[in-house]
């Protein structure tokens, strides 16, 4: 059983509320908890002292017993000073997916041929024009 610590959305349409639990990573976002251990209230100012309230004792417990916080979650309990947050990489963030790679290659295709297809027009233009020099100068 992997046991996260991580937020559950409550709330109103466009005001959002957010219980800090403690539930097993399988169960729904908003489903079943194993314990609740604070709160997050999004629509304060960052400054005011409700907008993040946690029970620093449960959470210290639930980390030393295994419990892994989501991103998020890792945040408020390191500005608590209960753990060390550190940002992760996300190096595939910025790469396109599978349909855009095929697109591009499809554009790259065209465009090859469509160059190719100036470049062989070019050709065929330039050629008779240096053929005709020749043939007056052997008439």
């Given at each position: 059983m992997a046991v996260k610590i991580r937020l559950a959305r409550g709330g109103a349409k466009k005001r959002p509320y957010y219980r800090i639990v403690v539930a097993d990573s399988r169960y729904a976002r908003d489903g079943r908890f194993i314990e609740?251990?604070?709160?997050?209230?999004?629509m304060l100012p960052k400054d005011h002292e409700n907008r993040v309230t946690l029970d620093l004792e449960k959470a210290a417990d639930w980390i030393r017993k295994g419990a892994q916080p989501?991103?998020?979650?890792?945040?408020?309990?390191?500005?608590?000073?209960?753990?060390?947050?550190?940002?992760?990489?996300?190096?595939?963030?910025?790469?396109?997916?599978?349909?855009?790679?095929?697109?591009?290659?499809?554009?790259?295709?065209?465009?090859e041929a469509r160059l190719a297809a100036i470049a062989a027009a070019k050709?065929?233009?330039?050629?008779?024009?240096?053929?005709?020099?020749?043939?007056?100068?052997?008439?």
């Open positions: 609740k251990i604070g709160a997050y209230n999004p989501t991103d998020r979650v890792a945040r408020f309990l390191a500005a608590a000073g209960v753990m060390e947050w550190k940002p992760g990489q996300n190096l595939k963030k910025g790469e396109p997916g599978a349909n855009a790679k095929e697109r591009a290659a499809e554009r790259a295709k065209k465009e050709a065929a233009a330039e050629a008779p024009a240096e053929e005709a020099p020749a043939e007056d100068a052997q008439a």
